[in-house]
Structure formats: structure tokens, C-alpha cells
């Protein structure tokens, strides 16, 4: 992040406008708005400029700028269209110490005006460091199209009711409870349809203050997908967003905790194979502990929870102690890999079921006796065991040419996809040195990653022989 997002308060604060153009025309608007005393410095000046100067709305200065003009200012734009003039503004600013916008110049900026959805008092900010404005504005519009005409309303009946509730219930977090509570009942929607919603309100703060279940802690065990920060569900961050300790795994992108609370507790429980680490039974007692202090716990697993995700034993702990829990499933890894690697898991021709499996077994011996030609085999956790993959699948009678693929961090930036067949599985595994997280593929259907790989097809590899060279395939 190169800015700081800030919302200042300008009202009643002299600011300077550098420039009377069609551009110094918009952006003294938008200081009006915030209720800013507006002077605008320029020889001459827009129609809508004299209208406002003869309305007394700003004050007009003609004549070059000085360093003196920024005596009393708090903020100074620059919006004229000769770059000379506008750096000598910006260099003068910044001598001053005031914050200085240079209009389509972000080199010279100390601040940048944003793209704006104004639903007063709810406003959303949008920029982009200075660098596409245009995308600025396309943001606005995805944002101005979901958000509710009538945002504003509900905004200030909150604003309305912020004294009263927090007369009537002690503590920051059970009011910060009670308001995400309220909007997610019935009286978001009132308001939207231009109801009065107060003496539902009124109702909602007497039952809250009768009522401790609504108070009291839960565990939201959620799947974070299988990598991208994009394929976390709706719902997933919801809970995240609301969650006040997060307990993430190892593989948990930085990406998807930045949806948690600023303010929330983040811990770490992730294992790391072949290391010391926290133990599944210390994770348990933890989660319980924590929801029992009445606290709101998002346990956030990669992939699907429960899909090789322990969350059975979790949920068991919880249960046992007679704790309240949500399941909010993710995209697990073997659907996000596949996908991202253009491969099917099914195909009416070639694959009528698929077979998830895992590596890492309690006794170490991984048991692959059930699949059969006409599946796909989904292979989770097990890349120190690829060798014996391998061998185990070619003594039970599968054609040693059978396709397999290696999806290695599938779904980020940095995926790869290594293609090869089984009697190679091995030697494509040490050649291309892969490293957990990975996933093995294995089955007719793996043909189509040569074909229809289109996340990063840059790094789908094609190994065969290891006396080749690899052949990178670009799609």
C-alpha cells in the first residue's frame, strides 16, 4: 500500500485550488461538498467558478502563485495545465509541510483525490496509487451498482442509536455484536424500503438485553480455498470479518487474512511436515478455550474442511464441551487444481468416478488397491511418497503410461504444472524439485491439461524422458 486512505475533515478549513479550468472546477466541487473554505488562485476561471464566486461560495485570487499563498491553507491542489507551474505548487507545499494533489501527476502528489460513492454518511474511497484512474472509476460503478440507494438512511439511524445502545450494553464488543446483529436482520431492508424501523429496533435492543446466547462465543470452522484469495466463499468472509481470534493454517495466504478485523487476534496453528509443530489435540484444546471465554473463533483450514481437513475432530471437541459451531465448506484443493490445470475430474468417456486419497496415513503405507482404470485418482499430502506411488500403482496392473499431473500450489501466482505418466512420476518429481503444497492427478482425464491449460499455461511443463530436456507449453 504506497497511500495511506485517509477521510479528512475539512469543514470549515481554508483549502487552495491552483488553476480555474474544466478539472479545478471538479475538484473544487468535491471540497465544497466536504464543507471546505475554497480560494481558487488563477487568472482566469470557468463560468461555473464566477457562479460560485458571485454565490460567495469561495474566494477568488488573481495573479501568479507564491509560496505565501499557502500561509493559511490545509490542502492545496494544483490543477492547472502547465506541469512547470503545478511542480512549483507541489515543491512549495512540500516545503510548507501541506498536503498537495497535483492533478494526473502522482509523482508530485502527497495525496490523491479518490473516486467517491457517496452514500452519506457511508462513503467508499477508491484509488489506485494514481495509476489508472480509469479503473478507479470502473470500481465505482461495480460499487454504486450493488450498494442500496438508501445505504445512508441506515447509516444514520446507527449514527441515531449509537447512544442509546450504549447506554443499555456495557462493552465494546457485545454493542459491536448487537449492530452485526441488527444488520443482519429484517431492518436493513425496512429502511431500504423507506420504512420506520424504530420500534423494531427498540424490540431488538430489549430482547438482546434479556438474552445471553446471542452474547456468547462460537467456532466458525471455514474453508479458505485452495490458494487463491478469490475463491474463499461469501459466507466465509462474512465469518472472517466477524470473527475476533482466527486460528489459520501454514498455507493460509496473507491475502485471505487481510478479509479478518483489523483489530482480531491471529494465530498461527499451522503444521509443517516433518517438523516440530502444534499438535490437532493442542489446536482442540485451544479452540475450546477459547470459545468458552466467549469469544468468536474462525478456525480457517485451506481447501474444504472436510476434506482431509481434521475438522471432524474438531467439530468432536467442540461438541463434547457443548459449544456452538458453523460449517462453511471452500473450495476443496482437488476441485481448485483441477479446474486451474484444465482438467476434468470426470468425463462420461474416459472417468465415471474419482477416488481422494492422502499420503499421509498414522501407519505411513499408502493403500491405492481401490482404484481402478476408469477412474481419476486425487492424491492429497503424499509428495515424499510419489516414489512409492509409483511402484505401487504399476504392480497392481496400471499401464505405466497412464497420465499423471503434479498441480503445485494450484491457484496461485505461483502454480505449476508438470505433466507426465506414471513410470516417470518419480523422476518428473526430483527433476523439477516439488514441494508440498502439491496435488497428484492420475488418469485417462489428465490428457486434457496439455490441451486446455489456461491459468499461467507459461508454466505447464511436459516431462517424458528425463534424458529431454522439458518442453514448456505455451497455450
Known amino acids: 500500500m504506497e497511500y495511506l486512505p485517509i477521510f479528512a475533515q475539512l469543514k470549515g478549513r481554508s483549502c487552495l485550488v491552483v488553476g480555474g479550468g474544466s478539472v479545478a472546477e471538479r475538484k473544487v466541487a468535491q471540497l465544497l461538498l466536504a464543507g471546505a473554505r475554497v480560494t481558487v488562485l488563477s487568472k482566469e476561471m470557468t463560468e461555473r467558478l464566477k457562479e460560485l464566486r458571485g454565490k460567495g461560495k469561495i474566494k477568488y485570487e488573481v495573479g501568479p502563485f507564491s509560496r505565501a499563498d499557502l500561509a493559511e491553507n490545509w490542502l492545496v491542489i494544483a490543477a492547472t495545465d502547465n506541469r512547470s507551474a503545478n511542480k512549483e505548487v507541489a515543491e512549495a507545499a512540500e516545503a510548507e509541510r501541506r498536503l498537495c494533489n497535483v492533478v494526473d501527476d502522482p509523482a508530485l502528489c502527497s495525496f490523491i483525490m479518490p473516486a467517491i460513492v457517496d452514500r452519506d454518511p457511508i462513503t467508499v474511497a477508491i484509488g489506485s496509487n494514481g495509476q489508472s484512474p480509469v479503473i478507479s472509476r470502473w470500481v465505482k460503478g461495480i460499487i454504486e451498482s450493488v450498494?442500496?440507494?438508501?445505504?445512508?438512511?441506515?447509516?444514520?439511524?446507527?449514527?441515531?442509536?449509537?447512544g442509546p445502545v450504549r447506554r443499555a450494553i456495557e462493552g465494546t464488543e457485545q454493542r459491536r455484536r448487537f449492530w452485526e446483529h441488527m444488520i443482519a436482520g429484517p431492518i436493513p431492508e425496512q429502511i431500504f424500503a423507506g420504512q420506520d424501523c424504530t420500534n423494531t429496533l427498540d424490540a431488538a435492543l430489549k430482547q438482546w438485553k434479556g438474552e445471553t446466547d446471542s452474547h456468547a462465543g462460537q467456532a466458525y470452522i471455514v474453508g479458505a480455498g485452495p490458494g487463491s484469495p478469490d475463491l474463499i466463499t461469501l459466507r466465509g468472509r462474512q465469518l472472517l470479518s466477524q470473527a475476533e481470534v482466527v486460528l489459520y493454517d501454514r498455507l493460509i495466504s496473507t491475502e485471505v487474512l487481510a478479509y479478518a478485523r483489523r483489530d482480531a487476534e491471529l494465530i498461527s496453528v499451522g503444521k509443517t511436515p516433518g517438523q516440530p509443530s502444534i499438535t490437532q489435540k493442542q489446536i482442540n484444546r485451544l479452540m475450546v478455550q477459547l470459545v468458552k471465554e466467549g469469544k468468536r473463533v474462525c478456525r480457517l483450514k485451506g481447501g474444504d474442511p472436510m476434506v482431509f481437513g481434521r475438522a471432524g475432530e474438531e467439530l468432536e471437541a467442540l461438541a463434547?464441551?457443548?459449544?456452538?459451531?458453523?460449517?462453511?465448506?471452500?473450495?476443496?484443493?482437488?476441485?481448485?487444481?483441477?479446474a486451474y490445470a484444465g482438467i476434468p475430474l470426470t468425463h462420461r468417456d474416459m472417468a465415471h468416478s474419482v477416488i481422494l486419497t492422502t499420503g499421509q496415513t498414522q501407519d505411513g503405507v499408502v493403500d491405492l488397491s481401490e482404484f481402478k482404470p476408469g477412474q481419476t485418482l486425487a492424491l492429497y499430502m503424499g509428495v515424499a511418497k510419489y516414489t512409492d506411488v509409483e511402484k505401487q500403482l504399476i504392480d497392481n496392473g496400471h499401464d505405466p503410461n497412464t497420465p499423471v499431473v503434479i498441480v503445485e500450489r494450484g491457484t496461485t501466482t505461483e502454480q505449476r504444472v508438470i505433466a507426465t505418466v506414471l513410470k516417470t512420476l518419480a523422476k518428473a518429481t526430483k527433476k523439477f524439485e516439488i514441494s508440498p503444497p502439491a496435488l497428484l492427478l492420475v488418469g485417462e482425464?489428465?490428457?486434457y491439461a496439455e490441451r486446455y491449460s489456461w491459468f499461467a499455461p507459461e508454466r505447464?511443463?511436459?516431462f517424458r524422458d528425463e534424458e529431454k530436456p522439458p518442453l514448456a507449453r505455451v497455450c
Open 460 to 462: 505447464l511443463m511436459i
Open 147 to 162: 450498494l442500496p440507494a438508501r445505504l445512508g438512511a441506515l447509516g444514520r439511524l446507527v449514527g441515531r442509536w449509537r
Open 320 to 338: 463434547e464441551a457443548g459449544l456452538p459451531f458453523q460449517i462453511v465448506p471452500g473450495v476443496s484443493a482437488v476441485e481448485g487444481c483441477a
Open 445 to 447: 482425464t489428465i490428457r
